[in-house]
């Protein structure tokens, strides 16, 4: 079902509400300091493979590639908010990343493939948001934003493409990476939809200001 999926609109459940995209609008500091730990966030995760799973060469390969991007577009970010005088803050965890971590399988084998889907879920999300936002902001910021969507949308290609793939060599169908699917994106769902109580990049949209 998923597995020759090339739209990330085809891909994900639901569009970004649009009072999410007010919101970013509205908090533009916040917007950009939590999407440089985002860049942490996804670099961290695409060395974490390099780290668990070093006999795999392919996979190592590309999420090295990963990490590289993912800093780059860390530096870059950093950079925004050096030129705008945006102080980097702490912004706490929201609860995006730890809901779609809640379903995650426990044995080896099964939380692999299900942490590439949870890769190819957030790229996506990303993705999407950054086209969603893009056009809502100042030139500067628009042409950044438009400027990552081919890599975030490579990203998503990759995990989706290694979570088949290690799944098959797994003994795992095919229908069982889209079940899978299925259940990661029924929990992101909500997420994406359900009001949040705090404004974040990943968050849900919220009804009011802070």
Partial sequence: MYKNVSSINDFLPCSTPSQWVQNA???????????ANCEKKAASMALSFLFKHPDKSDLCFRMSKIAREE???YEQVC?????RNIA???VAA?????GLRKIIHSDEVRRFIDLLIIGAVVEARSC????????????????????LLESEKRHFTIYLEFAYQYAAESNKTSCYVDSRIEKFLD??????ELPDDQFQFHSGPVYFSH
């Fill in 25 to 35: 609008v509205d908090n533009q500091d916040i917007l950009l300091i939590d999407h």
């Fill in 71 to 73: 800093l780059v577009h």
């Fill in 79 to 83: 950079s925004i908010l050096s030129k």
């Fill in 88 to 90: 980097y803050k702490h």
């Fill in 94 to 98: 929201s609860r995006y990343a730890s």
């Fill in 128 to 147: 999407e948001r950054f086209e969603k936002i893009a056009p809502k902001l100042d030139p500067i910021l628009q042409k950044f934003y438009q400027g």
């Fill in 187 to 192: 929990t992101e769902k909500k997420l994406i």
